[in-house]
């Protein structure tokens, strides 16, 4: 397993937010949390990133995660935020070399991953001079996905990346999600209140509600689920 959390729990003061929460991936995976808004599942992705303090195992690549968001950055565990975070008076291609930070390498390099995202999101090639504020509510979310590619992470993160957005702006997403792990072999591991996204990219699913694990499996073995299909993908 690449990624392993044990036993999780995170508390706000007196307020438990995750109840030993557990859960896997492989490498080359792609997995989903999916749940109700307010079930714990950016709380669940901040507490791998190192935002938040708790309690319990995170091991990655065998090894314990450390707690500095920094490190973890390091070791190839890249989140893309819900809300996108992105440098807003900054142009598109500064918001991206941003995200190259972590690598080791000259322009060249560099070049080769921006290209690499401008493929997957050729409108950004278009917009490379722009602010990323005047870009639409689409275009920032490609903008923030492309930046977590460029670290070229072992582990992407993506969490509520199609929130509020068109469909013809999920549509895209989807795309380059499809061509991410069918070109790269990437891990990753979304959170999504939108479980007809998730069930359509995942190998596996975990619900999460009330901050607990209540039910995990394939995604086919999901979707039989009537309670679930009912509850989440409008059957």
């Known amino acids: 397993m690449i990624l392993t959390v044990k036993d999780l729990d995170v508390y706000y003061g007196k307020a438990q937010a995750l109840h030993e929460v557990n859960l896997s991936i492989e490498a080359g995976e792609f997995v989903s949390v999916i749940g109700p808004n307010g079930a714990g599942k950016t709380t669940l992705f901040n507490a791998i990133s190192?935002?938040?303090?708790?309690?319990?195992?995170?091991?990655?690549?065998?090894?314990?995660?450390?707690?500095?968001?920094?490190?973890?950055?390091?070791?190839?565990?890249?989140h893309c935020p819900e809300g996108r975070s992105l440098f807003p008076y900054l142009s598109v291609q500064d918001n991206l070399n941003l995200g190259a930070y972590r690598l080791k390498v000259g322009d060249r390099q560099i070049n080769t991953e921006l290209?690499?995202?401008?493929?997957?999101?050729?409108?950004?090639?278009?917009?490379?001079?722009?602010?990323?504020?005047?870009?639409?509510?689409?275009?920032?979310?490609?903008?923030?996905?492309?930046?977590?590619?460029?670290?070229?992470?072992?582990?992407?993160?993506?969490?509520?990346?199609?929130?509020?957005l068109a469909p013809i702006v999920r549509a895209n997403i989807s795309e380059a999600l499809r061509a991410i792990q069918q070109r790269y072999r990437m891990t990753i591991l979304l959170a999504e209140q939108n479980a007809t996204f998730a069930f359509e990219h995942s190998q596996r699913i975990y619900l999460l509600e009330t901050g607990q694990v209540v039910r995990q499996g394939t995604a086919d073995e999901l979707r039989a689920d009537e309670s679930i299909a009912k509850s989440y993908l409008g059957g």
Not at 54 to 78: A, M, S
């Open 50 to 78: 190192g935002f938040v303090p708790h309690r319990g195992q995170i091991n990655f690549e065998e090894r314990p995660l450390p707690r500095r968001p920094d490190q973890i950055v390091r070791l190839g565990i890249i």
């Open 115 to 164: 290209e690499t995202v401008y493929q997957l999101f050729p409108v950004l090639k278009g917009r490379a001079r722009q602010m990323a504020h005047t870009l639409s509510g689409g275009e920032q979310q490609m903008l923030a996905i492309g930046r977590a590619l460029m670290g070229r992470p072992k582990l992407l993160m993506l969490d509520e990346p199609t929130l509020g």
